[in-house]
């Protein structure tokens, strides 16, 4: 493993972030204070941080309507994200996106989205633009099981694998469509056996491992960077939380889903590798766990703090005047 | 300098110097080189499926790109490589085919500025042929551009002509917004003369292509020149039209339709498509809203029927607005 002891509280910071943040959006919308329609990746990531401890300013992340894990491990900031989740002016998109479409497109985060799939087609152009435009750059694809069933994932990973896009498509299967179990909707055991169909490559990482998603990832992106074509890295993980916040959860045993988050949960998963491996000190672990609260504790005041866009914001960005920057 | 030139050819030298001059401008759709880059005796390009992209592939062989019949694919790997730097021109074989692409027009392309707020910009040109008079029936003769017009976020153009289809392709092309360039095919084989050169037609801008003071024939697209027909009907009869071509859908330049309407206080909107939510219903209710006091008489509407488009030649040719549907429009006026 080729990761410095930097990287790796890095990566942890990241995965613990990423934890806080959806467990806090949680606590809030619970108690009324923020609004919207609020999806949250808690139990998967490893596999945003394990994707993007690879990524550097040049690539680009298209993501789903579970985003707020992409934008971490993509270096948004979390302050203009929070303000974002409360609607306010100093949101990173003014207050005008909300969770279902987070982005940050100077950090190479093109968004989330709030159909499913529809991601897929963007990076995939992002991914073309690379190619043409000799950027050295790969685009990634963060999608769920679900999409995978979507006409614009076949689309995608056929125009991506004939041109050799620099396109890296990850599934996250987290064994549910919504609230429908995915072998309930999908004859196929792997979605990673879809790439065939495509001539592509494919990968299966175990999702809930930080160390297995970024090996594979590795070796993905090494692929795609040599001009070898797309590849589809399918990583098996669980979502801690539900569909959305207030799920009911009918649809699962509280067994299941026990087993997963006391036995398998990617953090602790994480402290073990690299605690065993005597890579980074424990205390660096617990010092960075109260960081991360003191900033997300920040950042919830200033954006409770920060004022809501003007009512004129109604109408603006719907087009873009001559001369006018992205 | 000018010549006479179809409005396809004049999309096609639009194309050319939109790709000479920027190297970011790519073009991608089924069958757009469509055997191209093939090698081999007698073997030649389709250029798409009426040939409009005839050429383009040999003097930009990179950037024309032939696709799968894939248009959700398509349309939305455009919108991220607009999203991410390039210019792409994507060639929509029939507008009809919109049922099979609409979410990355309608959910990405016209809102990802916005629900980014304004950090994005998304310089993508959609060409697609519209309407009917092919015979082409049901599936490849709709005139849709209703539903993109309504669509806040994107633009939508119609040229009549090969001059205006020229300059407003280069317009869309260079524009920042997602633009969708419909060729009507009632005028996509018409000739008329086509300046030399690079130019733009303004998007958003009307033109008066006749003057009269008596009534306000307003077209667009195919049917400009029907209009043109009925007016130079009328003026045989005394009654002198002024004709307007709207070019823009949206934006719609409300302040000419509200000049005309203004100077002849009568107003019969022309237009190709089914008449529930349409152009012709939204330029009538403009005209009420904020015309009401400069109306003479009721506004007529010349529509397509409220049906599908009919493959049987009669049947199709009567679905069509017409010139003598136009005058007897004015006629009722009292």
Not at chain 1, 4 to 17: F, G, N, P
Not at chain 2, 12 to 35: Q, R, S, Y
Request: hydrophobic share 40%.
């Amino acid at each position: 493993m080729d990761l410095t002891r930097e990287q790796l509280l890095e990566a942890y910071r990241k995965m613990r972030m990423i934890r806080a943040f959806e467990e806090k959006l949680g606590d809030l919308v619970t108690a009324g204070k923020m609004g919207g329609f609020m999806h949250l990746y808690a139990g998967e990531e490893a596999v945003a941080v394990g994707v993007c401890t690879h990524l550097g300013q040049v690539d680009t992340v298209a993501s789903t309507h579970r985003g707020h894990g992409h934008c971490i491990a993509k270096g948004v900031d979390v302050s203009a994200m929070m303000a974002e989740l409360f609607g306010r002016a100093t949101g990173c998109s003014k207050g005008k996106g909300g969770s279902m479409h987070i982005a940050d497109v100077d950090k190479g985060m093109l968004g989330a989205n709030g159909i499913v799939g529809a991601g897929i087609p963007l990076a995939t152009g992002a991914a073309l633009t690379a190619k043409l435009k000799k950027t050295g750059g790969v685009s990634v694809a963060f999608f769920g099981d679900g999409a995978s069933n979507q006409g614009a994932f076949h689309e995608s990973l056929n125009m991506a694998a004939n041109w050799k896009l620099p396109a890296l498509y990850v599934v996250e299967n987290n064994g549910f469509g919504e609230f429908t179990p995915t072998e309930f909707v999908v004859p196929v055991k792997d979605i990673a056996v879809r790439a065939t169909s495509y001539a592509m490559k494919s990968l299966i990482a175990d999702g809930m491992d930080f160390f297995d998603v970024y090996e594979k990832t590795g070796e993905a992106l090494e692929h795609c960077r040599s001009g070898q074509g797309p590849v589809l890295l399918e990583c098996k993980t669980y979502r801690f939380a539900g569909h959305f916040v207030g799920d009911p959860l009918v649809y699962r045993s509280k067994e299941e889903a026990e087993d997963w988050i006391q036995n398998r949960d990617p953090l602790d998963n994480f402290e073990e590798h690299v605690l065993e491996a005597s890579l980074v000190d424990v205390d660096d672990l617990r010092r960075i766990d109260l960081e991360v609260q003191e900033e997300l504790t920040a950042a919830v005041e200033a954006a409770e703090a920060a004022p809501f866009p003007g009512l004129e914001e109604i109408t603006t960005d719907v087009y873009c005047t001559a001369g006018e920057g992205a | 300098m000018s010549r006479k030139l179809s409005l396809g050819l004049a999309v096609n030298e639009a194309l050319h110097i939109a790709m000479e001059t920027d190297p970011d401008v790519i073009l991608m759709g089924e069958d757009v080189a469509g055997g191209g880059l093939r090698e081999g005796d007698g073997i030649d390009e389709m250029g798409g499926v009426l040939g409009t992209t005839r050429g383009l592939v040999k003097s930009f062989p990179d950037r024309v790109l032939d696709t799968p019949i894939s248009e959700m694919g398509i349309v939305g790997t455009a919108v991220g490589a607009a999203m991410t730097g390039m210019r792409p021109v994507v060639e929509l074989m029939f507008i009809d085919f919109l049922g099979t692409c609409l979410d990355p027009l309608l959910n990405q392309a016209a809102k990802l500025r916005y629900m980014l707020g304004g950090k994005a910009r998304i310089p993508l040109t959609v060409r697609t042929v519209t309407g009917a008079g092919m015979q082409a029936a049901a599936q490849h003769s709709q005139s849709l551009y209703w539903m993109t017009a309504g669509i806040p976020g994107l633009k939508t153009v119609i040229p009549s002509n090969p001059a205006d289809a020229k300059g407003l392709l280069l317009a869309a092309i260079r524009d920042d917004n997602p633009v969708i360039f419909c060729e009507a095919k009632l005028v996509l084989g018409a000739t008329g003369e086509v300046p030399e050169g690079d130019y733009e037609v303004p998007i958003g801008k009307a033109n008066l292509v006749r003057e009269g003071s008596d009534v306000s024939l307003i077209g667009f697209g195919g049917t400009v020149p029907i209009c043109l027909k009925a007016a130079k009907q009328l003026a045989d009869e005394g009654i002198d039209a002024d004709v307007l071509d709207l070019r823009s859908l949206s934006p719609l330049d409300e302040e000419a339709i509200l000049t005309t309407l203004a100077k002849t206080g009568r107003v019969v909107i022309v237009d190709e498509s089914t008449p529930r939510s349409s152009v012709a219903s939204d330029v009538a209710a403009l005209c009420v809203d904020q015309g009401f006091d400069s109306l003479q008489t009721p506004v007529r509407r010349v529509t397509a029927p409220h049906s599908p488009v009919p493959f049987s030649r009669p049947l199709e040719q009567a679905y069509l607005p017409t010139a003598a549907r136009v005058i007897e429009a004015v006629r009722s006026q009292g």
